[in-house]
């Protein structure tokens, strides 16, 4: 009976390699930067428990009605998301 023929594989040659790049290493966060990022977080706490607490006594709040919900939260997610970016 014949003898199969073995296929020969090539060798294996690694992608050439790229020159590695310098990153400027990021410095701290400005301190305006936290101060309105906590700034938003406390903003729209603020604005969820005025709307509990007093938000049928003010008129602008009254017109509002849930859309009070959404600011508060929206304030309070802005203010999350800006700790990513927070160094």
Same mark, same amino acid.
């Given at each position: 009976?014949?003898?199969s023929k073995?296929r020969?594989?090539?060798?294996?040659?690694?992608?050439?390699?790229?020159?590695?790049?310098?990153?400027?290493?990021?410095?701290?966060?400005?301190?305006?930067?936290?101060a309105?990022?906590?700034g938003?977080?406390?903003?729209?706490?603020v604005?969820?428990?005025?709307?509990?607490l007093a938000g049928?006594?003010?008129? *602008?709040?009254?017109?509002?009605?849930?859309?009070? *919900?959404?600011?508060?939260?929206?304030?309070?997610i802005t203010?999350?998301?800006m700790?990513?970016r927070?160094?």
């Amino acid at each position: 009976m014949p003898k199969s023929k073995v296929r020969k594989k090539t060798a294996y040659t690694p992608p050439p390699s790229r020159t590695p790049v310098k990153v400027r290493a990021a410095g701290p966060s400005h301190p305006l930067y936290k101060a309105v990022m906590f700034g938003l977080m406390l903003l729209g706490l603020v604005w969820l428990v005025v709307n509990y607490l007093a938000g049928d006594k003010l008129d *602008f709040m009254m017109e509002l009605g849930n859309w009070n *919900f959404a600011i508060g939260f929206a304030l309070m997610i802005t203010g999350l998301l800006m700790t990513m970016r927070w160094r």
